[in-house]
Structure formats: C-alpha cells, structure tokens
C-alpha cells in the first residue's frame, strides 16, 4: 500500500459539474512521487476538469484532493507554489521572440534580470531552441512552439507539472522530442500527470494509467495491468494485398472471432488466446489464398483496452462535453 507521504497527488471523488453538465463525476487518484501518471481519455471525458481542479484553477463541487499534502481549496497557494500546468493551447506571447518569453516569465516569478537571463539561455539550449531565440514565436513552427511553452513552464523547476494533451498537433519527430523532455524531467525528480487521448503516448511514458470515460475513472493500473485486463492476447496480421482485407477479415472472425481493421489498410486483427489457435489461424488464411507480409500474436494494445472497457474508441465522445470558458470564471 502506497503512505501518503509517497503521494504527490492523491484525490478522492472530486466532482464538477457545468449547469446541467456533470464533467467530473466522482474521480480517485493516487499519484506517486517522481513518476509520470496518465490521465487517458477521449475529448470531453473529464481530463481537463480533472487538471484544472488539482492546479487549483477551478473550486471542485465535492470531493477533496491533496498536492504533496496541501488541501486544493484550503491551501491553494502552497500548492500552486509547487505547481506547472501546460495547457493545450501555448500560453507564450508570439509577438516576442522565444528568449525575450523566457526571460518575462522569469521576472514575473521573481528572478533578477541576470537571472532570468541565464536561466532563459540555459532553457533555450535544453530545448534544441537557440538558434531560433531572437526569432518571434509567431514564426515558430507547431513543434519548436510546445517546447518553448514547456520551457516556460520550467524557468522554476516544479515539484508537479500537469501535461494536459502536450502533443496535440505535432508531427512524429515533435512528439518525440516533447516525450525525451518528459521523460528527462522525471529523471530529475520532477512528478508528471500526464493527459492524454493517444493510447501510444500513455503506454510509451506512463507507469500508472487512469482511464476516464465520461467524468468517471472505469479502469486503473499499469499499462500491462489493464491490457492484461481485456483477457486474452490478439493476432495481429499485415496482407500483401490490401483488397484482400475484407476476405481475409471473414476467415479470422470464422476462426478467432471479431476482427478489428487497423488503419493501416492491409492490417487486421483478432482477439487470440493462444500460440497455437493463432498458427491454425494463419494456416486457415494460408489454405484460403490471402497472401500475408507478416503477423505477430500479443498483448492487446491500449486501442483495444479502451474500446473492450467503453464500448468506443478513444476517438469517439457522445457524453457531454468539457467547458473550460466556464471553468475559467468558477
């Protein structure tokens, strides 16, 4: 069992609601020192609410939570001193370059301007950003933009910095290079909650996972944990010719049951129980003419944790949706 003084955040049944709106409905978490902790989720399922209420930004309607032992409502100033939220949206002004950012932040938090100076080059270079900081941010492309707003929220390293969707947007190579900063900040000792509605980016980074589906936690764990919940492994198949998915989809549901198609469009899969029901599998599709480039039998991906636990993919939200405009005048 995990002592409170091992938590950095530990919430219980937190409520919010909009009007008639119930975006928080009842949320848990225990979030332990120094780990990167996923909040996964669709658009509108309560992540934001969730951040917002633990960054003290919004009063909850019930519940109470606690950041490193500080009460949320009643100690809402020592926890916001300990605190970094990235939102969404880049919070940086595009109308100054990157280190002139660097170096407003600075001084509004408090650092003398040689301070602040050195600690904005200091960012700038940790960031892969010097040779674009006398640039205005405005000219930036989307991925250097998310590193400077990260870089920002760093210019006093936080105890608890909230990630909310800090990929949003970006290409590959950007991700990527926002995932290595991440994960460099939990090797120095700084404690992630992590928001996010790509199933990916939670597996790569997160060592426990909260998964909320309309204002409510339905699933908690380690990646493994929750894909191991869904039951059975999954055999994965890419065709070499993509006309034939469709034949091929008919041969593993006949065998294996019901088959996912992949976005790629010459990949499927199918829930698998075992090594060798996947070898008559691949055998029954070898005897009926499907040409097959490569297949691989393992664990579920958290795609299809997700849509095992709700019903829907993480893509998909039919309950009602988040509103931060109001949440910013609660």
């Known amino acids: 069992m995990t002592s409170p003084s091992s938590l950095a955040i530990e919430a219980t049944d937190l409520v919010k609601s909009f009007g008639e709106t119930r975006a928080v409905d009842g949320v848990s978490l225990a979030v332990r020192r120094g780990s990167i902790y996923g909040v996964l989720g669709p658009n509108g ?3 934001s609410t969730t951040i917002r209420m633990l960054a003290t930004l919004v ?19 020592a926890v916001r001193g300990c605190v970094s939220l990235t939102g969404q949206l880049a919070s940086v002004d595009e109308d100054l370059s990157g280190r002139e950012n660097l170096i407003l932040v600075g001084r509004l938090l408090g650092l003398k301007r040689p301070a602040a100076k050195a600690r904005a080059t200091e960012l ?3 960031f892969g950003l010097s040779e674009a900081a006398g640039r205005l941010v405005k000219n ?8 400077l707003d990260i870089a920002a929220s760093l210019v006093v390293t936080p105890e608890l910095m909230f990630l909310d969707e800090p990929t949003t947007g970006l290409d590959p190579r950007s991700r990527n290079q926002v995932w290595d900063i991440i994960r460099v900040l939990v090797a120095e000792g700084t404690t992630i909650l992590l928001c996010t509605q790509y199933l990916e980016e939670a597996d790569q980074l997160a060592e426990g996972i909260a998964v909320i589906d309309r204002g409510k936690v339905i699933a908690e764990g380690t990646p493994s944990q929750l894909k191991a919940s869904v039951g059975s492994g999954a055999l994965h198949v890419r065709l070499l010719d993509p006309d034939q998915r469709a034949h091929a989809a008919q041969v593993l549901d006949h065998q294996l049951g019901t088959v996912t198609l992949e976005p790629d469009p010459a990949a499927l899969s199918a829930p698998c129980p075992d090594a060798d029901r996947g070898a008559e599998a691949v055998a029954e599709l070898a005897r009926a003419g499907v040409g ?10 958290l795609d299809e944790v997700f849509l095992a636990l709700t019903g829907h993919t993480a893509e998909a939200q039919d309950g009602p949706a988040e509103q931060p405009d109001e949440e910013q005048a609660s």
């Open 140 to 147: 930036f492309s989307g991925g250097m933009r998310r590193r």
């Open 292 to 301: 097959i480039a490569a297949f691989s039998l393992g664990q579920p991906s």
């Open 45 to 47: 399922a309560g992540k």
């Open 124 to 126: 700038l270079d940790a």
């Open 59 to 77: 009063r909850p309607d019930a519940g109470s939570a606690r950041v490193f032992g500080h009460d949320i409502v009643k100690e809402a100033d």
